[in-house]
């Protein structure tokens, strides 16, 4: 795991320090992230959480552009009970990472397509039932690794919206119990092996231009 936060840190350091011809863009983003977690037996994007930060964004030409971000996210998911059918489970998770996603976009006039990816580190996390507290009883793994996919909207040159699907590639929970069932489908099997984090990311974005970059637009 953390081979692999390595070498998705030294990709994009690399990646945009190579760049150093192209216009350069600070980005400010906040946002709400509803999230359920794959593997819990609870389904619904219930738990609502919060997203922000800054990152850096690298234009190639009108089309095609690039954006490293660090961001605080929080994940989970929630079940609430039901007194009217009698139903008294509840379930609580929240987990608050920092990530940091690679995102490449493609712009078509002033709409925006993302395509990237995503490694996160858990700074900590609160697990509740009905029952009580149990966080720290079954740990998450620290890194959660994501694949995104998201469309968004260029306001104006500065402002842009984003909506975007984040979903874990690898367990951030193994099953505490190895699993006995067997699934024909390779999907259901590589993704049936624990705990997996699905979000929707909602987010206002702020974009700064470089000064390079207002003097380009210019001429």
């Not at 081979?3 to 990709?11: Q, R, S, T, V």
């Not at 469309?151 to 909506?163: D, T």
């Amino acid at each position: 795991m953390k081979k692999l936060f390595a070498i998705l840190f030294c990709l994009s350091f690399s990646v945009f320090g190579q760049e150093k011809q192209n216009a350069f863009n600070l980005l400010i983003m906040a946002g709400v992230s509803p999230s359920q977690v794959h593997g819990d037996m609870y389904s619904g994007f219930r738990k609502l959480g919060g997203m922000g930060g800054v990152g850096v964004e690298t234009v190639f030409n009108d089309n095609a552009s690039m954006n490293l971000s660090f961001l605080f996210i929080q994940k989970g998911s929630r079940k609430n009970q039901n007194l009217e059918k009698n139903d008294l489970n509840y379930y609580y998770l929240n987990l608050n990472y920092i990530e940091v996603p690679i995102l490449v976009t493609y712009t078509q006039k002033k709409f925006l397509f993302d395509l990237g990816i995503s490694a996160a580190y858990l700074i900590n996390y609160y697990e509740a039932s009905e029952a009580g507290n149990f966080t720290g009883m079954f740990p998450f793994q620290k890194y959660d690794f994501s694949v995104k996919v998201g469309l968004g909207l260029n306001i104006s040159p500065k402002w842009f919206v984003n909506f975007r699907s984040s979903n874990s590639f690898i367990t951030t929970r193994p099953n505490r119990v190895k699993q006995a069932i067997y699934y024909n489908n390779i999907i259901a099997r590589t993704f049936n092996k624990g705990y997996y984090n699905n979000i929707l990311e909602f987010t206002l974005g702020y974009r700064i231009k470089t000064k390079k970059n207002k003097v380009e637009s210019k001429t």
